[in-house]
T-cell receptor, first 114, second 111 residues
Framework: DAGVIQSPRHEVTEMGQEVTLRCKPI?????LFWYRQTMMRGLELLIY????????DSGMPEDRFSAKMPNASFSTLKIQPSEPRDSAVYFC????????????FGPGTRLTVL | DQQVKQNSPSLSVQEGRISILNCDYT??????FLWYKKYPAEGPTFLIS?????DKNEDGRFTVFLNKSAKHLSLHIVPSQPGDSAVYFC??????????FGTGTRLQVTL
């Protein structure tokens, strides 16, 4: 099993540019979570999907952030336009949504907005 | 508003000694608690969990203690090893699938 796959691993962009982060969940996992890690706030949940449907997006910081899950094998997190304060590590995690099944994290995307 | 708090950003322990990492929570609806371990440039990985019906769960060198009345949990690692050096995140969940994480504690195990 390849685990959760995220791309790109690193992204450097200029303020105002659009950024798209990608995630491929573990096959058979039907819940997908996007997190952001910062020093000040630790790991914050941005949004999560169950069976491709967004369930809770209360953590999405503002309208510049959007996420989609068009099918069970792929999800994107888009920031448009990006700002320097968006610089962080973004993680995708998935689980099977059976009872208290653990979440499995991808390696993360380190985003730097100049 | 941090519902899960790890008040110690870092901890240094000698190899062979006990490491104790602490976590406090404020939401009384949380009934399941987890610890994740994170190495640099990697995603967090699950370490150990505990349900609110228990006050202790042990897995090898790792033990998690839960004090519901104090809304406090702790992770004990004994004996500590250099490979345990990592950032440890405490997390909590209620009835929904989502987890609420703390800010992490960086553990350094020295020789």
């Amino acid at each position: 099993d390849a685990g959760v796959i995220q791309s790109p691993r690193h992204e450097v962009t200029e303020m105002g540019q659009e950024v798209t982060l990608r995630c491929k969940p573990i096959s058979g996992h039907n819940s997908l979570f996007w997190y952001r890690q910062t020093m000040m706030r630790g790991l914050e949940l941005l949004i999560y999907f169950n069976n491709n449907v967004p369930i809770d997006d209360s953590g999405m910081p503002e309208d510049r952030f959007s996420a989609k899950m068009p099918n069970a094998s792929f999800s994107t997190l888009k920031i448009q336009p990006s700002e320097p304060r968006d610089s962080a590590v973004y993680f995708c995690a998935t689980h099977r949504d059976r009872g208290r099944d653990t979440q499995y994290f991808g390696p993360g995307t380190r985003l730097t907005v100049l | 508003d941090q519902q899960v708090k790890q008040n110690s950003p870092s901890l240094s322990v000698q190899e062979g000694r006990i490491s104790i990492l602490n976590c406090d929570y404020t939401n009384s609806m949380f009934d399941y608690f987890l610890w994740y371990k994170k190495y640099p440039a990697e995603g967090p990985t699950f370490l150990i969990s505990i349900s609110s019906i228990k006050d202790k769960n042990e897995d090898g060198r790792f033990t998690v203690f839960l004090n519901k009345s104090a809304k406090h949990l702790s992770l004990h690692i004994v004996p500590s090893q250099p490979g345990d050096s990592a950032v440890y995140f405490c997390a909590a969940s209620g009835t929904a699938s989502k987890l609420t994480f703390g800010t992490g504690t960086r553990l350094q195990v020295t020789l």
